[in-house]
T-cell receptor, first 112, second 113 residues
Framework: GQNIDQPTEMTATEGAIVQINCTYQ??????LFWYQQHAGEAPTFLSY????GLEEKGRFSSFLSRSKGYSYLLLKELQMKDSASYLC?????????????FGTGTRLKVLA | EAQVTQNPRYLITVTGKKLTVTCSQN?????MSWYRQDPGLGLRQIYY???????DKGDVPEGYKVSRKEKRNFPLILESPSPNQTSLYFC????????????FGSGTRLTVV
C-alpha cells in the first residue's frame, strides 16, 4: 500500500539542530517534498528530492534514500519562527496517473 | 505571480444551505485537488482532477461535488452542508513534474452551524 510515517511532535531549543524523519511506502515514487505549515495557514514548499542524497538550502537540508524509503529534513540554527508543522509528501505515479500522499505532519516547537 | 486563488477565506453557514468554494490557478497546471484538514488527521484528499472534464474521488468525497469545465477553475460544492464538514479546506494545483510539488491556495475556514 501507500503510507507515510513521521513523528507527531518534536521539541527543540532555539539555536539547536533538529532532524525530522519520514519513512514512506509507494509503488511509483516520483519525488519527495517537504512543506512547512504554520497554524491556520497554507503549506509552503521547503524542499524537493527525487534522487538519493542531500539537498541543501540555507538553514534547511533534506535527504533521500529511495532504497530505504527514507527521508529527513534537517533544520539548523533554529529560530522561534520555525515553530510550525512540517509535512512530508510523496508524489506517486502509477498507471498513467499521479497523486500526492501526505504524512500527518510533525509539529515542531522551538523553545527559547 | 504564479498562484492559486481560493475564495472565500472564511465562511460561516447553516446546515443544508448550498455553498461553493472557488479555486482558480494561473499556472496552466493540469492537476488540481481539494483537501480538508482537521486537527490530528492531516491533509485528506476530497476530490482531484487530472485535466478538464476528468475528476475522481479522493479519500473523503462524501458530501462534496466538484467540476472542471475549464483548466484554471476547480470549484468545490457542498450541496447540503452538515456540521461535520466544518474544517479548513485547501485547493492545490500541480503539474506532473513540478519541482515544487503542489501550489496551495490560502485556505478556506468553513464553519457549518
Amino acid at each position: 500500500g501507500q503510507n507515510i510515517d513521521q513523528p507527531t511532535e518534536m521539541t527543540a531549543t532555539e539555536g539547536a539542530i533538529v532532524q525530522i524523519n519520514c519513512t514512506y511506502q509507494t509503488s511509483g515514487f516520483n519525488g519527495l517534498f517537504w512543506y512547512q505549515q504554520h497554524a491556520g495557514e497554507a503549506p509552503t514548499f521547503l524542499s524537493y528530492n527525487v534522487l538519493d542524497g542531500l539537498e541543501e538550502k540555507g538553514r534547511f537540508s533534506s535527504f533521500l534514500s529511495r532504497s530505504k524509503g527514507y527521508s529527513y529534513l534537517l533544520l539548523k540554527e533554529l529560530q522561534m519562527k520555525d515553530s510550525a508543522s512540517y509535512l512530508c509528501a510523496v508524489r506517486d505515479w502509477t498507471s498513467g496517473t499521479y497523486k500526492y500522499i501526505f504524512g500527518t505532519g510533525t509539529r515542531l516547537k522551538v523553545l527559547a | 505571480e504564479a498562484q492559486v486563488t481560493q475564495n472565500p477565506r472564511y465562511l460561516i453557514t447553516v446546515t443544508g444551505k448550498k455553498l461553493t468554494v472557488t479555486c482558480s490557478q494561473n499556472m496552466n497546471h493540469e492537476y488540481m485537488s481539494w483537501y480538508r484538514q482537521d486537527p490530528g488527521l492531516g491533509l485528506r484528499q476530497i476530490y482531484y482532477s487530472m485535466n478538464v472534464e476528468v475528476t475522481d474521488k479522493g479519500d473523503v468525497p462524501e458530501g462534496y461535488k466538484v467540476s472542471r469545465k475549464e483548466k484554471r477553475n476547480f470549484p468545490l460544492i457542498l450541496e447540503s452542508p452538515s456540521p461535520n464538514q466544518t474544517s479548513l479546506y485547501f485547493c492545490a494545483s500541480s503539474s506532473r513534474t513540478a519541482p515544487r510539488g503542489y501550489t496551495f491556495g490560502s485556505g478556506t475556514r468553513l464553519t457549518v452551524v
